[in-house]
């Protein structure tokens, strides 16, 4: 599989996950960049955020994305990297997750 295809499947992966355990569009409306080697998550509006925020909640919240990738990663046994890079949470007024798959090595020459 190459990396641009990689990137594609993870995308696919997070939006069927997030159809079956987030029904109605209720965890975050996200775009997914592939730029080169690296892909993007960017997400303006994150539903779970906002109703924290309207429940007055915020104080202390950490942002769940980084456990549900980390979910996607070890449940699926899929290799990748992530850097939430931007956060709604933060302040930064959207989400910007940076994901890298893991790089497969050549095959070397086999040895007797």
């Not at 409306?29 to 960017?42: N, Q």
């Not at 202390?60 to 990297?81: I, K, M, P, Q, S």
């Not at 930064?92 to 050549?106: I, S």
């Amino acid at each position: 599989m190459g990396l641009m295809e990689g990137l594609r499947d993870l995308e696919q992966v997070f939006r069927m996950l997030w159809s079956v355990f987030f029904a109605g569009g209720l965890y975050q409306d996200s775009e997914f960049v592939i730029d080169g080697e690296e892909g993007y998550r960017v997400g303006e509006s994150c539903h779970a955020y906002e109703q924290l925020c309207r429940g007055d909640l915020v104080s202390g919240y950490e942002c769940g994305c980084r456990a549900f990738h980390n979910g996607v990663r070890r449940g699926l046994g899929v290799d990748f990297t992530h850097e939430i890079v931007e956060s709604l949470v933060g302040g930064d007024g959207r989400c910007r997750v940076l994901f890298r798959m893991a790089a497969v090595p050549e095959p070397g020459p086999c040895t007797p």
